[in-house]
């Protein structure tokens, strides 16, 4: 099922009208409330706009693999290889914006079959703790003072997570951390 939610009516319908060539079922929500407690376990995919989606951060993030945020940006303002949700750029022709819908649920069929990067469980507990601390900005000192832990072993740790998540610099562990809900 292909959720909507727009504070955009007459996009919203729009939307659903050329989403149900490529699903079936596809609803508009009444409102956040409607989508959160009614819909959600059932959309394989949702789409809102940005208002929404920053309204609802904190429940629309761990679902951004399924989330896609309709709006006016042009399309070459729009990171396609960031590990957020989805963009659907509005100001466009019924075939371009056609096309980006079959992109947008190609790309979601195929993200779930990919190698992706390995979700936050598969991090020891000391990683975990290593890596929000990382994230909130702390220096290997500073970590090693917070877990009463030696210097070589955030070292350690550290190695470990940028060798597991495939991440490399400060900002990516930190990205990764917040978009994963562990900061």
Known sequence: MIAILLHDTLQAI?????????????????????????????????ITDALHFIARLRWFMPRRDHVVIADVLPRENIDINSD??????????????????????????MDQHSDAAPPPEVLSKRELDVLRLVASGMINKEIAASLNVSINTVLTHRKHITAKLRLKSIADLSRYALMNGLI
């Open 14 to 46: 729009a939307i659903k009208q050329l989403a149900r060539h490529m699903d079936g079922n596809v609803v508009i929500a009444r409102d956040a409330d409607h989508l959160i407690t009614r819909l959600s376990n059932d959309a394989n995919l949702i």
């Open 84 to 109: 957020g949700p989805a963009w659907l750029c509005l100001p466009c022709s019924q075939s371009e914006l056609l096309q980006q819908l079959n992109d947008l649920i190609n790309m979601r069929h």
